[in-house]
């Protein structure tokens, strides 16, 4: 799944020499596809046109699953017109994937929607040509630190609020993920408890008084 930019110049040369620089790559690791020649008009100024040049990073052979998840989600970013630096690692039991740019919320969603979207794909593409699996961990400007930060004050003020009003509390439905910081949250509460209830994609976390 390559991953192609569109660059303009005075002359086709300027336009390549200026997508080399922005991907930090040598001519030889890309093809170069003209799309306008460009003109110099009259004295060199009048009717003048730039040249129009899309490079392409060639694919090559990817031996690990870094080099898999990087070249997947450059693919998407780019067809969804997102700018956006990605850093990838691999340990022994996961593969994190760091994305961070201006102007990227659109890569987050409405509560991470999006963003899990993207982690799950990922993971289906890391994970399909090795035996063994490994977790994907997408995160996009840090959401999933801040985002945890707001759940755990959010399961802080609730139990408060059943232990003051000796009723139970319903939380808005969350992923498994949002759940579980929330279990764990409260896990050693001396006076609530928590469990989950209903269905997915509407499952949702009640907190009540231990009994």
Do not use: W
Request: with cysteine; net charge negative; proline share 2%.
């Amino acid at each position: 799944m390559a991953y192609s930019i569109e660059k303009t110049g005075k002359t086709v040369q300027e336009a390549i020499s200026a997508a080399l620089s922005e991907l930090n790559l040598s001519e030889e690791d890309i093809d170069v596809e003209v799309i306008e020649e460009g003109t110099k008009g009259i004295f060199g100024i009048i009717g003048s046109k730039v040249a129009r040049i899309r490079a392409t990073v060639k694919e090559q052979e990817s031996n690990n699953r870094c080099d898999v998840a990087s070249d997947f989600l450059y693919t998407i970013l780019n067809n969804m017109e997102v700018e956006a630096d990605i850093s990838v690692s691999e340990d022994e039991e996961n593969v994190v994937v760091d994305i961070n740019g201006d102007d990227i919320g659109i890569i987050i969603g409405r509560r991470g929607e999006t963003m899990d979207a993207l982690q799950y794909l990922t993971s289906l593409v890391v994970n399909k040509e090795y035996d063994d699996y490994k977790r994907v961990i997408l995160n996009v400007e840090n959401y999933r630190q801040k985002r945890e930060e707001t759940l755990i004050k959010l399961a802080s003020r609730l139990a408060e609020k059943v232990v003051k009003y000796k009723k139970p509390v319903t939380l808005e439905p969350m992923n498994p993920y949002e759940r579980r910081i929330i279990h764990s949250s409260l896990q050693g509460h001396k006076y609530v408890e928590t469990y989950s209830t209903g269905e997915e994609p509407r499952r949702k976390v009640v907190i009540a008084l231990k009994k």
